[in-house]
């Protein structure tokens, strides 16, 4: 079964301290069902200095969410919407929109 989200869809977060914050899927982590979304769940990381030359420094870059926490966003009336898939004739998967019922892609 293809996936409902895929790297550089764009999705709406549902859940949590970042919830109705859009952004596009920068990373999937397939085997802990995350994802990184650009814009959302930003940490903090201390850098510790490597070298003499090297301050040490704080870094912030996001952190996954699960992928429970997001839903795709219709392109056609960018609103979330759920997600099907449809086989055409040639055979192949697409994915459908259930809000529009249009293909994503």
Not at 49 to 63: F, G, K, T, V, Y
Not at 69 to 81: G, I, Q
């Amino acid at each position: 079964m293809p996936a409902k989200i895929k790297r550089g869809d764009k999705v709406v977060v549902l859940a949590g301290k970042d919830r109705g914050k859009r952004g596009t899927v920068r990373r999937m982590i397939p085997k802990d069902d995350r994802v990184i979304v650009e814009g959302v769940n930003i940490i903090k990381r201390h850098q510790r200095a490597r070298s003499a030359q090297q301050q040490s420094q704080i870094i912030e870059r996001e952190a996954p969410i699960h992928i429970s926490n997001v839903m795709l966003v219709d392109p056609n009336t960018d609103k979330p919407t759920r997600v099907t898939f449809r086989r055409r004739e040639d055979g192949t998967v697409v994915r459908v929109a259930r809000r529009s019922g249009e293909d994503i892609e």
